[in-house]
């Protein structure tokens, strides 16, 4: 996420928020993920292996308001096609979640051009555009 200091004074605070609590809400969700152990046929929790269950991010879209996040991470581009949020809500929360911690949320706008590129198809191998 971009640290909230380097954005220009004077820009509305409600932006800020919004991506603010967004990291806010990553940092004190992460669980603790898996992977498989040596012999392949069991797995061992790996403290590397962060994630967040979907349905917790499902919530904090719904209670946080995904438009205020989507006007953040759009906000001086005044000349964008409109995001499309029940694309995003319908099929890519965890697409939009990972460019957001990746401080790349605009490329969400690629991602829904593409409908293979959807939460459902997670992960993704090398024939995805």
């Given at each position: 996420?971009?640290?909230?200091?380097?954005?220009?004074p004077g820009e509305e605070a409600p932006f800020h928020e919004a991506l603010y609590?967004?990291?806010?809400?990553i940092d004190s969700h992460q669980e603790q993920g898996i992977r498989p152990s040596q012999d392949e046929w069991s797995t061992v929790a790996d403290q590397d292996a962060l994630y967040v269950p979907i349905n917790a991010l499902r919530s904090f879209f719904e209670t946080h308001n995904?438009?205020?996040?989507?006007?953040?991470?759009?906000?001086?581009?005044?000349?964008?096609?409109?995001?499309?949020?029940?694309?995003?809500?319908?099929?890519?929360?965890?697409?939009?979640?990972?460019l957001?911690?990746?401080?790349?949320?605009?490329?969400?706008?690629?991602?829904?051009?593409?409908?293979?590129?959807?939460?459902?198809n997670l992960p993704f191998d090398g024939s995805c555009p």
């Open positions: 996420m971009q640290d909230l200091d380097s954005y220009a609590e967004f990291q806010e809400f995904l438009r205020r996040i989507v006007d953040a991470v759009f906000r001086n581009n005044d000349n964008q096609d409109p995001v499309a949020l029940k694309e995003i809500s319908a099929g890519s929360i965890k697409i939009f979640s990972i957001l911690c990746i401080n790349k949320g605009s490329w969400i706008k690629h991602f829904l051009k593409h409908p293979n590129l959807a939460d459902a």
